[in-house]
């Protein structure tokens, strides 16, 4: 295994006149493949830890280093290519142009990154299908359901390949269906061989990562590993039944 | 008695048909107990059982009798308790940490791994079992969020009496 994102003593302060200490001291490793869900109350930092490893957002002491490069420490212009190339980014509110097109919100990522627009939009039919949106690829936004609109910017986030995906409770606007419609689509990535870090409350969605840590008051509060599925036994088979 | 509901049956078939339902939900069922609960039931009124004429090896066939029938509509009829007031997680939970046994915050996490990787179980068992299966999952996975939520709040509880003092 090799090591894709190290975050090393991360603080992050608010304010100058009385400080707001939202992250103190986390040390985090994801290593490339891996499924890791942040989880803790509202206010523990999970999100602001998940903006300062996914260089959304600057620390105020501490390093973050991805895919070998030191990035807190970059300019902009620098961190942006990075971001565009190496992470992909799934919010809680799906953050799509509502001006766009759902084929075209993933189109301008891949644009970004100097693609020819003819290539990217290509790319995107399969990758839209492939999260089940063929026959939708023309629809704007707001004529998308809330799980609709969070599979497209799921294409969106996955346009450039990232190696790092995050994610912002993915699942926190979405149904109980559609949520679990995309935590399938999120583990399948991850079987695919997606990195993952989500901050998430849903416990489904961290019961589907590797590893899950707790947050509290802006700190590491506990650190747990999964095993494989276990079968489950079940009472009687179900076909007896109806 | 609810095995009884349909046909005739036999003690054995009793057995078989209890086994197959409810197999891993239960406690197996040996002959002998069978057999002494059909004996109380046909004591109270509740089944009638007859050697079936011309079997000579002398089984007895079991059906309900009317008071019987009766018996299991009532059963079936009254809703179950809804408070859930034995937890086994809050027993050891409230004795180990009143005599200092164990540390609480340790028991909370260990428990909460042991749930989140019941919910990855449950999420991971194939839908094809059946519909009754895949309710008893969506049912379980329900309760498991619940729990998870449960011990938060234990967890937040306790962090603010400490802070109390």
């Given amino acids: ?242 | 008695m609810a095995m009884l509901a349909g046909e005739r049956e036999y003690g054995y078939g009793i057995k078989q048909a209890f086994e197959a339902k409810f197999g891993d939900l239960l406690p197996v069922m040996n002959a002998g107990q069978i057999y002494s609960t059909l004996a109380r039931l046909e004591r109270d009124g509740l089944v009638v059982g007859e050697v079936v004429p011309g079997d000579n090896r002398g089984k007895r066939l079991y059906q309900l009798t009317d008071a019987g029938r009766q018996e299991l509509a009532g059963w079936i009829e009254t809703p179950v308790p809804g408070a859930r007031l034995k937890d086994e997680f809050f027993m050891k939970f409230a004795v180990a940490t009143s005599v200092g046994l164990a540390d609480p915050m340790t028991l909370i996490e260990r428990q909460r791994l042991e749930y989140l990787q019941s919910l990855r179980d449950l999420d991971a068992a194939p839908d094809g079992k059946g519909p009754a299966a895949q309710l008893l999952v969506d049912g379980a996975i329900l309760h498991l969020k619940a729990d998870l939520e449960w011990l938060d709040l234990i967890e937040s509880r306790l962090t603010q009496w400490e802070r109390v003092g």
């Fill in chain 1, 1 to 242: 295994m090799t090591v894709l994102l190290e975050g090393k003593g991360l603080v992050k302060t608010y304010g100058d006149g009385t400080k707001v200490e939202a992250v103190r001291g986390v040390d985090l490793t994801l290593e490339r493949g891996e499924f890791v869900a942040l989880m803790g109350p509202s206010g523990s930092g999970k999100s602001t830890l998940l903006n300062l490893l996914a260089g959304l957002d600057r620390p105020t002491a501490g390093e973050v280093w991805l895919d070998g490069q030191r990035i807190d420490r970059m300019s902009e212009a620098a961190l942006a290519k990075i971001r565009r190339r190496k992470v992909g980014v799934v919010f809680q509110f799906f953050n799509l142009l509502p001006t766009l097109s759902a084929a075209e919100n993933v189109v301008l990522p891949m644009l970004l990154v100097g693609r020819g627009r003819g290539d990217a939009r290509r790319a995107v039919v399969p990758l839209l299908d492939g999260l089940g949106l063929a026959g939708r690829h023309d629809a704007a936004p707001k004529q998308l359901s809330g799980g609709q609109q969070q599979r497209v910017a799921l294409a969106r986030a996955l346009a450039n390949s990232p190696d790092l995906l995050v994610g912002d409770e993915p699942t926190g606007n979405l149904d109980s269906v559609a949520a679990k419609e995309v935590l399938g689509l999120l583990r399948e990535t991850h079987q695919a061989g997606q990195t993952l870090l989500l901050a998430t409350h849903d416990a489904r969605v961290a019961a589907a990562a590797d590893r899950v840590i707790t947050l509290r008051d802006g700190q590491v509060s506990g650190e747990k590993v999964l095993q494989r599925a276990r079968p489950v036994d079940f009472p009687f088979d179900g076909d007896r039944w109806s």
